[in-house]
């Protein structure tokens, strides 16, 4: 009979203890058990896991890569098992969640604290990038997007709008000047972003009607982090969703230029999710707590 996971379990094991003898001790096999465990699995996979001499014992590159892969499915199985019946206790389990750097600094950090201590059994792995992930491919229970939504296989929750605003430190302006009018810019800094979604042009609301113009700089930044901070040093004009600047409008590390000739344009914010039926609890509970307590300033 085949015992795939069971040879998997031998060679965790093995791969944790260091040893054939240590694991055997541990499993409460004989060594020679062990061994033709090991063997097995590397017969099946076609490839050496372990480099054995007389006195030591050491994983080889495909050993360390297949015990990584081995243990993060392992510990989704035991996640899945622990929270199969459990949806009348409450939320439990991992919690695997995405989002953009600025959204996860500004917006979700402040309140996260709150979910944990009204759901305790609950555990919270948040992963901060800028770059669009495949929920699948990085085993993300939910995944906060910015701007247009592209992946129809997922549910999606609308959690709130968030309006375009150009902003700068007092520092810039006050060596460079304020900007009266768009074609002002052409004489400025304009911090832009470095990813494909990007576009270099900017929108204004000019004769009554909507205009795109052309800004240029000397400056790109990967992620809306980072030319938040080069705008607060004094590196330039950004161009942010008002969710990612509103402490720095408040406390004045930055104030919003042009506003008269705002487009009013903006940026949707949804929360992601699979469109399974059956919805774990934990995330069905973090997206009803992200509508409940999120609030992005307008």
Same mark, same amino acid.
């Given at each position: 009979?085949?015992?795939?996971?069971? !040879?998997i379990?031998?060679?965790?094991?093995?791969?944790?203890?260091?040893?054939?003898?240590?694991?055997?001790?541990?499993?409460?096999?004989?060594?020679?058990?062990?061994?033709?465990?090991?063997?097995r699995l590397?017969?099946?996979?076609?490839?050496?896991l372990?480099?054995?001499?007389t006195?030591s014992?050491a994983l080889?590159?495909?050993?360390?890569t297949y015990?990584?892969?081995?243990m993060?499915l392992?510990a989704?199985?035991a996640d899945?098992e622990?929270g199969?019946?459990?949806?009348?206790?409450g939320?439990?389990g991992l919690?695997r969640v995405?989002a953009?750097v600025?959204?996860?600094t500004?917006?979700?950090l402040p309140i996260?604290?709150?979910?944990?201590?009204r759901?305790?059994?609950?555990?919270v792995d948040l992963?901060l990038?800028?770059?669009?992930?495949d929920?699948?491919?990085?085993r993300?229970d939910?995944?906060?997007r910015i701007?247009p939504?592209r !992946?129809t296989?997922?549910?999606?929750?609308?959690l709130g709008?968030?309006?375009?605003?150009?902003?700068?430190?007092?520092?810039?302006?006050?060596?460079?000047g304020t900007?009266?009018?768009p074609e002002?810019?052409?004489?400025h800094?304009?911090?832009q972003f470095s990813?494909?979604?990007?576009v270099d042009?900017?929108?204004?609301r000019i004769?009554?009607?909507?205009v795109?113009?052309?800004v240029q700089?000397?400056f790109?930044?990967?992620?809306g982090?980072?030319?938040?901070q080069?705008?607060i040093?004094g590196?330039g004009i950004?161009?942010?969703?008002?969710?990612h600047?509103?402490?720095?409008l408040?406390?004045?590390?930055l104030?919003?230029v042009?506003?008269?000739?705002?487009a009013?344009d903006?940026?949707d914010i949804?929360?992601l999710y699979?469109?399974?039926?059956?919805l774990?609890?934990?995330?069905?509970?973090?997206?009803?707590?992200?509508?409940?307590?999120?609030?992005?300033?307008?």
């Amino acid at each position: 009979m085949d015992n795939r996971f069971g !040879d998997i379990e031998t060679f965790l094991a093995v791969a944790r203890e260091g040893s054939l003898a240590a694991a055997a001790k541990a499993l409460r096999l004989t060594p020679s058990a062990v061994s033709r465990c090991i063997g097995r699995l590397e017969q099946r996979l076609g490839v050496t896991l372990l480099r054995r001499t007389t006195r030591s014992l050491a994983l080889t590159v495909d050993g360390a890569t297949y015990r990584d892969r081995m243990m993060a499915l392992m510990a989704e199985m035991a996640d899945v098992e622990s929270g199969l019946g459990q949806e009348d206790s409450g939320p439990r389990g991992l919690l695997r969640v995405n989002a953009s750097v600025s959204f996860g600094t500004q917006c979700l950090l402040p309140i996260l604290p709150h979910f944990l201590e009204r759901h305790p059994a609950v555990t919270v792995d948040l992963a901060l990038s800028d770059a669009v992930v495949d929920l699948v491919e990085e085993r993300a229970d939910i995944a906060i997007r910015i701007g247009p939504l592209r !992946d129809t296989r997922l549910r999606a929750k609308k959690l709130g709008h968030s309006r375009m605003v150009l902003v700068a430190s007092p520092a810039y302006l006050a060596r460079r000047g304020t900007p009266e009018r768009p074609e002002d810019l052409d004489r400025h800094e304009c911090l832009q972003f470095s990813f494909r979604r990007s576009v270099d042009s900017w929108h204004f609301r000019i004769g009554g009607r909507t205009v795109q113009r052309p800004v240029q700089g000397r400056f790109f930044g990967n992620s809306g982090e980072v030319v938040r901070q080069m705008a607060i040093a004094g590196g330039g004009i950004a161009r942010h969703g008002r969710f990612h600047v509103a402490a720095d409008l408040r406390d004045g590390r930055l104030v919003e230029v042009l506003g008269d000739f705002s487009a009013g344009d903006g940026e949707d914010i949804h929360a992601l999710y699979s469109a399974q039926d059956r919805l774990a609890a934990r995330v069905r509970a973090f997206v009803d707590f992200l509508d409940d307590e999120l609030e992005l300033p307008s």
